[in-house]
């Protein structure tokens, strides 16, 4: 039973941080009031955010801060890097006889830098889980899903709140 909770939780949380891959553009992080998961330090924001509810101490505070810090630097830097390789493809895939193997070469360059990120952004997120105890996890999974229930209220409106009662 408590299994069965949890593998809906935790495919939400992946779902949830899993879109910072996605690249939201800052035009519509409006309409995803997520934005850039990844690039806002995952789920970390929202502990921070709740952290008289789920109880966290001062330290652990500190150390999700920092935890979080460390990420976004990293990622800045990636980012960038990405971003300077994708320039460089972009350009030379504008010749008329494109250099196949610069090109596949800058493409892997990219895929590593994105490996770099993905890589830090799941021990990012294991090590912020590991400063919380049993009984915190088990509140912000509790507060997850009340964030998800009103997410979903407001987008579908109230009767549609709870759709497993129907299956």
């Not at 009031?33 to 806002?40: I, V």
Request: hydrophobic share 45%; aromatic share 6%.
């Amino acid at each position: 039973m408590h299994q069965r909770r949890f593998v809906p939780f935790f495919l939400g949380l992946l779902v949830f941080c899993l879109l910072g891959f996605t690249g939201v553009s800052p035009a519509s992080a409006h309409m995803h009031p997520h934005g850039n998961m990844m690039m806002q330090g995952g789920p970390i924001p929202f502990y921070l955010m709740n952290q008289d509810r789920i109880g966290l101490s001062k330290g652990q505070v500190a150390k999700l801060l920092k935890l979080k810090e460390t990420f976004l630097k990293t990622a800045i830097m990636e980012r960038a890097r990405i971003r300077v390789l994708h320039m460089d493809v972009m350009e030379n895939m504008m010749h008329h006889k494109i250099d196949t193997s610069a090109v596949r070469k800058d493409m892997d360059q990219i895929l590593a830098h994105k490996r770099i990120l993905m890589h830090g952004y799941l021990d990012m997120i294991s090590r912020a889980h590991s400063i919380l105890t049993a009984q915190q996890f088990e509140k912000v999974k509790s507060l997850w899903r009340e964030m998800m229930m009103m997410h979903h209220e407001m987008m579908m409106g109230p009767g549609h709140a709870r759709m497993d009662h129907h299956m």
